[in-house]
């Protein structure tokens, strides 16, 4: 059992929150080539407050988070797999092998709260070809 019951959805997202600084959004928000940069980081800020993580995303800030997924800081690309796996990544195994391998870089305290995000998307997740990708990251996590 995880240190949220039957996990939470936003057990991830708000371990992050504290950890990501302005600058650290600033870049994110100017990885598609420095477009929209005001519109990406508005939606950023956001998606750090809003009490449910989004299952579909606009272009901004879709755009940027599936850049910063392929390859960011460690902080930046583990808030881009975050939102990704909730809003239905274009490629969800790269995504969610991506959060594993960066909550684990991360420490323990990353992992559980990994683990409490993964669990909750996996009892709640409706795609059936999703699950056992979100049970293989659990285990890898464990």
Do not use: Y
Request: charged share 25%; proline share 7%.
């Amino acid at each position: 059992m995880t240190s949220h019951g039957a996990g939470s959805e936003l057990a991830l997202r708000d371990w992050l929150r504290p950890r990501l600084t302005p600058a650290m959004l600033d870049d994110l928000a100017r990885r598609d080539h420095g477009m929209q940069v005001d519109a990406h980081r508005a939606a950023l800020r956001e998606l750090l407050l809003v009490k449910h993580l989004p299952t579909e995303l606009d272009w901004t800030p879709r755009e940027v988070l599936e850049l910063a997924s392929h390859g960011a800081p460690p902080l930046v690309r583990l808030f881009a797999c975050t939102v990704l796996v909730r809003a239905g990544a274009l490629n969800p195994a790269r995504i969610v092998a991506g959060l594993v391998d960066e909550a684990r870089a991360l420490g323990p305290d990353a992992a559980a709260a990994a683990a409490d995000f993964l669990t909750w998307c996996r009892d709640h997740e409706p795609d059936d070809e999703l699950r056992p990708v979100l049970a293989q990251a659990l285990a890898r996590l464990a």
